[in-house]
């Protein structure tokens, strides 16, 4: 309950009463203290009250809700507290004050109610699980909290980092101008640098639970960081960003070189910062900082294609003309536009590592990031929305523009971002692609319909995936089940045999880099282009040669 006091002489407080839920608000408090299930003695109690008044702004003015907490802690009492070490502790774990001074996500002064939601889910989150978002944004927050104390980020930077500062006080602790753009960069460039990163990047893998040294470890990271970062996008009428978070989850716009110079013990990419003579004005120094970034990220500036990247990558996602790779979005048939697909599956790290390397994709990328801080100045109502990424084109003389309509810049889909990402794909894996689009070409018939799901390679693999399933199911269960007779299960042998002559004459794309028969070796003993796996590992040929 929010519970505000007035005075005789004028003022007022309010205060934040915890009147349900005490026995849970113990047992937080017995996990954040480190008791456990431990029975304390009349000689170990009082250090942990002790404790608790250091670390809860208590105050004894409701006595009443004492009653509340005395039914809650019976079991201290079973434990040898004496009744004056209760009451202590009674009256500094009821009555919470907890306010004062904070803001909300506008930036203007607000009371303790705008925030009794977080603290309580800090409160609750050990003992209690909750779904969502909250144990990664509580095992982020922890981590931002012991980085402080280690004295490997400052305490400011953590408020910037956590949401809790707005306008110059923000830019003050970041040198970076107030906007969700930059404010999410800046949570994944800490997360993702050398120093401090390597501490916070461990205290989310203890909070949670999560091997570092794992191979799924890098987006498990990425999907915790990305929830704790939508506290910057969060408005009334939109709380959560599912498409978004599972993009980063994908591997959002961190491309492997990041990941490579991280590994090395460099950080993964730097954030410019504003100059002493910028930042008075919040709107006008983020369009000239995107503007000098652009630039330099033309003119190859070390470390502002990497920028660019994360700045321009995240714009995409958060504008969702990029997403998650999914085999369901694939259309190789297709040769026009179709709403919701892509002309050929690729991560979201691929993508903007292609679109990097264009002039056409670092357009699109740097334009994109000018329309998120251009048309969504100040402190809008929401961050996430009123922006468009724009559709690029190629005028006759191979210059890349913006591609309008009536003077308005068309709006950009996710197929429209894939072709513009093709021609900075490594050449093998557009190879790859178009050896796959003219099967898929050839089998979906002149129609250019899409071939039927039943019809598709992936159907096949997946069918033949569950039957091995089930017969293996079959011969390891307990009651194990058998054939009516040896006529059924000849029949069903000779029906997998012919299945897998007919696999045999299903033809096979092979890659223009590779070498399509990787076994011969020409009679002039040569060896043939590319690499050449030991035949033994591959087939156990009987010793007769039959």
């Known amino acids: 309950m929010a519970l505000r006091v007035h005075y005789a002489d004028g003022t007022s407080e309010v205060f934040v009463v915890a009147i349900d839920g005490q026995s849970r608000l113990t047992s937080a408090w017995r996990n954040v203290l480190g008791i456990g299930d431990k029975k304390l003695t009349a000689a170990t109690a009082p250090s942990y009250a002790e404790k608790i008044v250091g670390r809860m702004f208590a105050h004894d003015a409701v006595a009443a809700s004492r009653k509340a907490v005395n039914g ?22 009821a009555p919470v004050d907890l306010v004062v001074g904070t803001y909300t996500r506008l930036g203007e002064p607000c009371e303790a109610t705008t925030w009794f939601t977080e603290h309580l889910t ?3 989150l050990r ?34 980092l956590s949401g ?15 906007h969700p753009a930059f404010a999410r960069a800046l949570l994944f460039e800490t997360v993702l640098s050398a120093d401090a990163g390597a501490l916070i990047r461990s205290a989310i893998a203890e909070g949670l639970s999560l091997d570092p040294s794992s ?12 929830i704790f970062s939508t506290r910057y996008l969060r408005s009334d009428s939109k709380t959560v960003f599912p498409n978004m978070v599972h993009t ?12 490579n110079r991280l590994a090395k013990g460099a950080d993964a990419f730097t954030l410019t910062r504003l100059r002493d003579d910028q930042g008075d004005d919040p709107y006008k120094s983020a369009s000239d900082l995107v503007e000098q970034l652009r630039r330099r990220a033309e003119d190859d500036v070390p470390g502002a294609r990497d920028e660019l990247a994360v700045l321009g990558g995240d714009a995409l996602t958060v504008a969702e003309a990029l997403g998650r790779d999914r085999g369901s979005k694939e259309d190789l048939v297709s040769e026009e536009p179709v709403n919701g697909k892509t002309p050929y599956r690729s991560r979201p790290p691929g993508i903007v590592a292609a679109l990097i390397e264009t002039p056409a994709g670092r357009l699109l990328l740097g334009a994109a990031l000018s329309s998120w801080v251009d048309q969504v100045p100040g402190h809008p109502a929401d961050y996430s929305r009123q922006f468009t990424v724009p ?7 191979g210059t890349p523009a913006i591609a309008t309509t009536h003077g308005n810049p068309r709006r950009a889909t996710e197929w429209h971002v894939f072709e513009l990402a093709w021609p900075g794909l490594p050449a093998p894996r557009r ?24 019809a598709s390679i992936n159907a096949l693999q997946t069918a033949v995936g569950r039957l091995e399933q089930t017969i293996t199911s079959i011969l390891t269960s307990p009651s194990q089940p058998k054939f009516a007779d040896g006529a059924q299960q000849e029949a069903l042998q000779k029906l997998l045999f012919k299945a897998s002559l007919d696999i045999g004459k299903i033809p096979v794309v092979v890659p223009a880099s590779r070498n399509p028969y990787p076994d011969f070796v020409p009679e002039n003993g040569e060896a043939p282009d590319g690499p050449t796996p030991d035949s033994s590992a591959l087939y156990a040929l009987p010793e007769d040669g039959s």
Request: aromatic share 4%; charged share 20%.
């Open 127 to 160: 003992p209690r699980h909750w779904s969502g978002g909250s144990d990664q944004e509580k095992a982020v927050a922890d981590a931002l909290l012991a980085a402080v104390h280690a004295g490997k980020i400052t305490p400011p930077l953590a408020s910037a």
């Open 215 to 226: 191979k799924d470890f890098p987006a498990k990271l990425l999907k915790t960081t990305a």
């Open 122 to 124: 800090q409160i609750h």
């Open 431 to 454: 190879a790859v692609i178009e050896g796959r689009r003219d099967a898929a070409r050839q089998a979906g018939g002149a129609g250019g319909k899409s071939q039927p799901k039943a």
């Open 164 to 178: 809790r500062l707005h306008g110059l006080d923000f830019t003050h602790a970041t040198g970076l101008p107030h």
């Open 72 to 93: 809650a802690l019976n079991a201290a009492r079973a434990s040898s507290w004496t009744a004056n070490e209760l009451e202590t502790l009674h009256s500094r774990l």
């Open 391 to 397: 559709e690029i084109t190629t005028t006759p003389d």
């Open 248 to 259: 980063w989850d994908n591997g959002g716009s961190i491309i492997r070189t990041m990941w």
